[in-house]
């Protein structure tokens, strides 16, 4: 059923896979400090809006707005960030703590 659907969204120029949110991108973001691959990675940092387009693929641009907790001001910040579906779940491949 699932790859059928697939197909007509396929033949009609659709995507029919949600776009990843704020908590996506959060959690792709909170992942990459448990897999240790960065330094820069920051406890504090609350994502609270995301905007993402995806390119046909599993792969997304998304434009992100985020605080950092530890702000007593709570500025927001922004930043485009490039999120990509892995087989255990979402990985930021780039933005934020990423180079």
């Not at 949600?18 to 909170?30: E, F, I």
């Not at 406890?43 to 809006?49: M, N, P, R, T």
């Not at 387009?53 to 910040?77: A, H, M, V, W």
Request: net charge neutral.
């Amino acid at each position: 059923m699932w790859q059928a659907a697939q197909w007509i969204c396929a033949m009609v120029a659709l995507s029919c896979a949600t776009p990843p949110g704020a908590a996506v991108v959060q959690s792709a973001y909170d992942r990459e400090q448990t897999v240790g691959s960065n330094n820069l990675h920051d406890d504090s940092l609350q994502v609270l809006q995301a905007k993402c387009r995806g390119d046909g693929t599993d792969k997304y641009l998304c434009e992100i707005t985020f605080i950092s907790k530890k702000d007593p001001l709570q500025r927001p910040f922004f930043d485009i960030v490039s999120v990509a579906r892995a087989a255990n779940g979402w990985e930021l491949k780039s933005g934020l703590c990423k180079h």
